[in-house]
Antibody, heavy 115, light 110 residues
Framework: EEQLLESGGGLVQPGGSLRLSCATS????????LSWVRQAPGKGLEWVST??????WYADSVKGRFTISRDSSKNTLYLQMNSLRAEDTAVYYC??????????WGQGTMVSVSS | QAGLTQPPSVSMGLRQTATLTCTGN????????AAWLQQHQGHPPKLLSY???NRPSGISERFSASRSGNTASLTITGLQPEDEADYYC???????????FGGGTKLTVL
């Protein structure tokens, strides 16, 4: 069974940094794209970033502040978030795209940016 | 990055049929098709359909999806109380190289 497990969320002050992790299992990590999608409290889903092979894509709202990376030895996806803003407050989901859709989702990790 | 357009809310009666819509453009829905996700309060989203009209294993046949031009639709027949949830559409936008979502439709089963 394919599984995704996020960790690393928490409370951080504006301007601070946080690194999220997504531990994966049940599939060959290096063969598949992985993404981060977030959801602000009471709001809809927003795509954040995708890593596939050597390519990375970012939403304009996080470009230059967030960096997606992956460690194949640990089957883990990361999201380094710098210069955090209040509007980055959200549940961050790790998700596995496939067939032009987000097929598998983790349970999410909450990030709160507040002073 | 412009998203897809969904009506904010739809209400239908128990055992009735609800049709949700999602409008994009020729760079996303019209070219790559749409996927539909269901999200219950406090839970992660769950994929209901992909590439317009394909259902993952385990998804009820009461959920069916289609596409006409740049508009995708999700039809839910025989509405049940557990169908009350938020529904999102998504698509890859090949012009912008981004994934886009609709704003979500809150389905209320009366």
């Amino acid at each position: 069974e394919e599984q995704l497990l996020e960790s690393g969320g928490g409370l951080v002050q504006p301007g601070g940094s946080l690194r999220l992790s997504c531990a994966t299992s049940g599939f060959t990590f290096s063969n598949f794209a992985l993404s981060w999608v977030r959801q602000a409290p009471g709001k809809g889903l927003e795509w954040v970033s995708t890593s596939s092979g050597g390519n990375r894509w970012y939403a304009d709202s996080v470009k230059g502040r967030f960096t997606i990376s992956r460690d194949s030895s640990k089957n883990t996806l990361y999201l380094q978030m710098n210069s955090l803003r209040a509007e980055d407050t959200a549940v961050y989901y790790c998700t596995k795209p496939g067939n032009d859709a987000f097929e598998i989702w983790g349970q999410g990790t909450m990030v709160s940016v507040s002073s | 990055q412009a998203g897809l357009t969904q009506p904010p809310s739809v209400s239908m009666g128990l055992r009735q049929t609800a049709t949700l819509t999602c409008t994009g453009n020729s760079n996303n829905v019209g070219n790559h098709g749409a996927a539909w996700l269901q999200q219950h309060q406090g839970h992660p989203p769950k994929l209901l359909s992909y590439r317009n009209d394909n259902r993952p294993s385990g998804i009820s046949e009461r959920f069916s999806a289609s596409r006409s031009g740049n508009t995708a639709s999700l039809t839910i027949t025989g509405l049940q109380p557990e169908d009350e949830a938020d529904y999102y559409c998504s698509a890859w936008d090949s012009s912008l190289s981004v994934w886009v979502f609709g704003g979500g439709t809150k389905l209320t089963v009366l």
